[in-house]
């Protein structure tokens, strides 16, 4: 037997055979082209056809994993009709007179380490999706159709990489589970993996003699057996067994209140990167959306948008999830997530650097149209705005000076607003050490447990050789925790976490007895928390 440990991106066992999945990559060489023309003409022409397939993928996907996680193909399908895309492949046949293949292949490598750079690991695991895109493109000027063999037997399916569409395309039947090299936990094949419910492994190097071995997947403790001893496999199925049989259960709590045995009720919410997610959220019986990124409205565009852009999809999410509470973090952009149009200088410490709501108070136009778009769009649900990287009163003073002429501006238009409930995220220790004076000022707050990980034990969480340092367990962590819990229920202020480490199990009955009062966590975490909660007592 052969025992290989990686991460786990979903949990799960897996018992079958392995299948060596070996990409077909195109090759893809550079050379001269005399008519520009007919080269343009030639890679929109693979273009659409490359549209159509992902429509075809889009409606497959829905039958088997839903529309909500169906959404990547059309999300897919507009990154390919995006203008910057479009531009910079239409430039590189122009100007420097290249066949269509290489400028797609370059552009499509150029997007995706610009999206790999950004710190945020949502947006940072959209580099993989640009990459399947342009794949796509150069595999139909190659005269591939960008289809998968299907399987022919139940499998766990081990390769280098795969991509979104590679791993909808398969038969969900027969794929027990899939470890890859590469990948990371917030790409859409995660994700997918998740929905599908299969577990899955990155992070182990891949051998091609594996193909046909018989192996073990247990996505609990990130370990790949291959052929396993028969020991193992006997505690293997056993486990597998009592998985089954919890997952059924857990269906059984949707529709129940998130309230602990002693009575103590807990907001469990979830956090989306935009406005598709909506439907996981329905789907896991989320009582709120705790955390909506807003800042994929500006990635996703060559201009800054539009209030009427930021007023339709603020008012979509609210009206979808009926009265239920959406709390929406204005822009957090900076140094890090470059977008070309907000013309940002490189920056020695992006995470340190020119950021988030430092933009908006040094920039109040692109902040005063997000906060327009914010109130107008409240009037049709039930809106709260965050506002990310706080570390003093004086910053979230200002913010107040300029909501306040916002809303006078909208009440002398006679636009009509509705009114909002407001936060802060406290992720700096600054903010932690102030918490009881912003307090005071402010609704709520949510702890982004990432970020305040990173400044309080100056990890920087990009550098892979840090990992072994950034223990987001650390004690100091969790003493802030319970300092920002007290003083924010000492001046009437409730608070949450919206970090990775709400979604941490093995935490929330440490969180709920110190006080917390709302979690929000990946949808999928929803109902396994809400489990927890309702099995404990709170002590309060």
Known sequence: MEKYSGKSIFQGIAIGKLLFYEKQQAEVKRHKIEDKTAEIERYEKAKETAIAQLQKLYEKACKEVGEVNAAVFEVHQMMLEDEDYNDSVRNMIEQQEVNAEYAVAVTGDNFSNMFAEMEDEYFSARAADIKDISDRVVSVLCGGDGGVNDLDEPV?????????????????????????EQGSSNSHTAILARTMNIPALIGIAIQKEWNGKMAVVDGFTGTLYVEPTAEVLDEMTEKQKKLLEERELLQELKGKEDITKDGRKIKLYANIGNVSDVAGVLKNDAAGIGLFRSEFLYLEKDHFPTEEEQFFAYKTVAERMAGKKVIIRTLDIGADKQVDYFNLDKEENPAMGYRAIRICLTQPDIFKTQLRALFRAAKYGNIAIMYPMITSVGEV???????????????????????????????????????????KEVDFFSIGTNDLTQYTLAIDRQNAKLDDFYDSHHPAILRMIQIVIDNGHANNC????????????????????????????????????????RQMESGK
């Open 494 to 533: 409730w608070v949450g976490i919206c970090g990775e480490l709400g979604a941490d199990t093995t935490l929330t009955e440490t969180f709920v007895k110190m006080g917390i009062d709302e979690l929000s966590v990946s949808p999928g975490f929803v109902l396994p928390i809400r489990k927890i909660i």
């Open 156 to 180: 766990i399916l081990v390769a280098d990489d795969l991509a979104p569409s590679e791993t909808v395309q398969m038969d969900k039947e027969k794929l027990l589970a899939f470890v890859t």
């Open 397 to 439: 003073r200002k913010i107040k000076e300029i909501v306040a002429e916002v809303k006078e501006e909208l009440e002398k238009a006679e636009i009509p607003y509705g009114e909002v409930e407001q936060g802060i995220m406290i992720e700096t220790p600054a903010a932690v050490v102030m918490s009881d004076e912003l307090a």
